[in-house]
């Protein structure tokens, strides 16, 4: 009752004054725990060498892969898998469904597909998790190919399958789609429900369609954090940091708590508008007035604002400063801000860390050439694509969008050779 309730710590209580635990009990709890998004309590309870005389059923091993999903653990993730298959659960919907999330949201993009296709009879969850782990992970074209299919085999989409349909299009920026999917979405009564507008806002924020996603924020009776977020999000992408700002406040004064990615919007909107001392100050008040402890993200727009404002020193005197060990999304910051302000000098350092951290990914091979062609290193800049050659690395061919008999299509292009354009379409 308490765990229905979202009373997990009251469970817990209960749970830890029963003289027999059984199975029920214990699933019970893990379940909690993970519903609760408290993943690592569900874990250590899940592993805890007192249960060990209890064996789990479908549901306990479901939930422990959600939980490792959560965590991003893929080690964990993968025992439970190998202990599932042990307890003869591989076939069980419920797990597998599970292990598609699981190895989605760790970026196994091979295995959750590998996964997806073994389930004979696809219900809206299986086609739902495997379309959110592609739009996650930026297979945009994949996602949208995936709502097709599932049409075409007799399952109808979601609230939640439209709210990965709308993330997919807004990856690839593709417009025609979005409005598609905004009306799919309003002759199925979905606009109702507060993650579609979302990402239906969050959508034409992505394009660019300002208006759009200003009206949609108006008319929505219900708004979370993630709404708010999307919304000072589009306003820092269009320069208008003032409504941004704006926004966050009120935003306060509704008694909304911001998160992790409501300061990243408004770093970001400070970032593109010069705004040096308004980020600072907002940087400073994450962990001191919220409790929250700045992200790898947070330290890379803090880069990123200094940077491009032209304050080079005293971004690389921030990152020496980090609690952490810089990622390439600090760096990369650091090397458009090098490329901005022609500073060949600290250009250099930064392109060789960006090459050293990603060195099997293509797209920083294009930063660094780029730079180097900018800063007119022609030798530096073809040692750099002689590089990237040798390791067998592509950029990622175009994408394009056209109306095709009232449908849509996309086509993938490849390099140079019209013959091997792939030409895709849905409706």
Request: glycine share 6%.
């Amino acid at each position: 009752m308490y765990v229905k309730c979202g009373k997990v710590s009251d469970a817990r209580c209960i749970f830890d004054e029963l003289c027999d635990v059984d199975l029920v009990s214990w699933t019970a709890m893990v379940v909690g725990y993970t519903q609760k998004g408290c993943p690592i309590e569900a874990l250590k309870l899940f592993s805890d060498k007192k249960w060990t005389d209890i064996i789990p059923n479908s549901v306990t091993i479901a939930s422990a892969l959600s939980a490792s999903a959560q965590l991003k653990d893929l080690f964990f993730g993968k025992s439970v898998h190998a202990l599932g298959f042990k307890l003869g659960f591989e076939e069980y919907d419920v797990m597998k469904n599970a292990l598609v999330d699981m190895y989605a949201k760790c970026c196994k993009m091979l295995e959750a597909k590998y996964i997806f296709e073994s389930v004979f009879q696809k219900n809206v969850v299986t086609w739902n998790v495997m379309m959110a782990g592609y739009s996650q992970n930026n297979f945009g074209y994949e996602a949208l190919s995936l709502f097709r299919q599932m049409q075409t085999a007799g399952c109808s989409p979601d609230a939640i399958t439209v709210v990965s349909a709308l993330s997919a299009s807004a990856c690839l920026g593709a417009l025609h789609v979005g409005c598609s999917l905004h009306v799919y979405a309003m002759k199925h009564a979905f606009l109702s429900n507060v993650y579609v507008s979302t990402a239906l806002l969050n959508f034409y924020n992505k394009c660019g369609d300002a208006n759009s996603a200003r009206s949609i924020f108006n008319e929505m009776n219900e708004r979370n954090t993630v709404t708010w977020c999307a919304m000072m999000g589009g306003y820092g992408v269009q320069g208008d940091s003032a409504d941004s700002i704006a926004l966050f406040s009120k935003m306060l004064e509704e008694k909304l708590s911001p998160n992790d990615v409501t300061f990243t919007n408004i770093l970001s909107a400070c970032s593109h508008t010069g705004m040096v001392s308004e980020g600072q100050k907002y940087f400073n008040i994450m962990l001191r007035d919220h409790g929250i402890t700045p992200s790898m993200k947070h330290y890379a727009c803090m880069v990123d604002m200094l940077a491009r404002a032209g304050w080079l020193e005293d971004a690389l005197k921030f990152i020496e400063r980090m609690p952490m060990q810089p990622e390439v999304n600090v760096w990369g910051a650091f090397l458009h801000g090098c490329r901005i302000h022609s500073r060949l000098d600290l250009g250099e350092m930064a392109a060789k860390r960006v090459i050293e951290l990603h060195p099997e990914t293509a797209d920083y091979y294009v930063l660094v050439t780029n730079f180097y062609s900018l800063m007119g290193m022609w030798t530096e800049a073809d040692e750099v694509r002689r590089l990237m050659k040798g390791r067998r690395l592509n950029k990622s061919p175009g994408l394009s969008f056209v109306s095709l008999d009232n449908g849509l299509s996309y086509v993938l292009h490849s390099h140079g050779n019209q013959d091997t354009d792939l030409l895709c379409s849905f409706s």
